[in-house]
């Protein structure tokens, strides 16, 4: 007996919820944007939540609270919801313990991070990623989502590694455009490469996850990608930093920086890396001196 389709509802509708679309396009997925979207017909979101099997949140993290508690009544009890979100929410939360308090155990989800550039998806280009979730069976039936697609999924039950992996990843992407535009050559990248990591795997053991996590698809595997790549929205926002430009410093790695600052997540000393972006992004003007400064500091 041939098996249903499963069924698919996208939530937004910007680069990822196109990637995913184009990945999933024999299904035909439901698409939701909270936003007019030309040529993107309205469809009523809660009951096609509740036909769903699989709902893709290609949102930030900053809505999902209000849109799970929106959709939750309206789930199938199997029905898997999966994150590619890349950041904190307004209480410094990831995706996952938003699921977590949301949810309380009553719903299965997953989150989707790696080396996956929309353009490149959309491009039928292979990508990557890993999929943070609590047990195999939630993996093996995304792996069955996606397959046949040029999408690769590793699984990884190490949810808070995953995560914390992925999010600052952003954050440490801004150091490698700052350097681009500072003209400080590849030899900086490789130390870059290795400082990031080090901080990375300190911070993501304090915040609950594996040392081993960031040098994994989330975490080493997408920094290479978002820092190098040309398109990257982080590695453009370093270079700005570098040319000392002020107006729109914004993005996902940004918001994470004040996140943490506002609720004390870590104690950033520890880490000078981290430290120097945090400190550009607070003052532009002066971001190439203090790339500058700290390099005299660790001659």
Same mark, same amino acid.
């Given at each position: ?6 069924? !698919?509802?996208?939530?937004?509708y910007?680069?990822m919820?196109?990637a ?10 439901a698409?939701h944007d909270?936003?007019?979207v ?6 009523? !979101?809660?009951?096609?939540?509740g036909?769903?099997d ?13 849109l799970?508690e929106?959709?939750a009544?309206h ?15 307004e ?6 313990q938003?699921y977590e ?32 979730c609590?047990n195999?069976?939630?993996?093996r039936?995304v792996a069955?989502l996606?397959?046949?697609?040029r ?5 990884s039950?190490d ?11 952003? !954050?440490?992407?801004i ?13 900086m ?6 400082t ?5 795997r ?6 609950g996850g594996?040392?081993?996590a960031?040098?994994?698809l989330?975490?080493l595997g ?7 790549s040309?398109g ?14 002020t ?16 609720f004390?997540?870590?104690d ?12 550009a ?7 190439a001196?203090r790339?500058?400064?700290?390099l005299?500091?660790?001659s």
């Amino acid at each position: 007996m041939k098996r249903k389709p499963s069924r !698919v509802l996208i939530a937004g509708y910007g680069e990822m919820g196109h990637a995913m679309e184009h990945l999933l396009c024999n299904l035909q997925p439901a698409i939701h944007d909270s936003r007019p979207v030309a040529g993107l017909p309205p469809i009523d !979101v809660e009951q096609e939540a509740g036909l769903a099997d699989f709902v893709l949140l290609c949102v930030p993290a900053a809505p999902h609270q209000e849109l799970l508690e929106r959709l939750a009544p309206h789930l199938k009890k199997h029905c898997i919801c999966l994150s590619i979100a890349k950041g904190l929410d307004e209480q410094g939360r990831t995706p996952a313990q938003i699921y977590e308090q949301t949810f309380n155990g009553r719903q299965p989800y997953g989150l989707l991070y790696g080396p996956m550039i929309s353009e490149e998806i959309r491009a039928d280009r292979y990508a990557f990623a890993e999929l943070g979730c609590s047990n195999i069976s939630i993996y093996r039936r995304v792996a069955n989502l996606f397959n046949g697609t040029r999408l690769h999924i590793r699984h990884s039950n190490d949810i808070a590694g995953v995560s914390w992996s992925a999010i600052l990843k952003n !954050v440490y992407a801004i150091a490698f455009g700052m350097a681009d535009e500072l003209h400080l050559g590849d030899n900086m990248r490789g130390y870059l490469t290795v400082t990031a990591l080090a901080e990375l795997r300190a911070i993501v053991a304090r915040m609950g996850g594996k040392p081993a996590a960031p040098l994994h698809l989330a975490g080493l595997g997408d920094l290479i990608t978002t820092a190098t790549s040309p398109g990257s929205h982080h590695h453009e926002l370093g270079r700005k930093l570098a040319r000392g430009e002020t107006e729109d410093i914004s993005g996902e790695g940004v918001h994470t920086l004040k996140m943490v600052e506002k609720f004390s997540l870590f104690d950033t000393a520890p880490y000078p890396l981290y430290g120097l972006i945090h400190d550009a992004v607070q003052c532009p003007s002066d971001a190439a001196q203090r790339f500058r400064d700290y390099l005299i500091r660790i001659s």
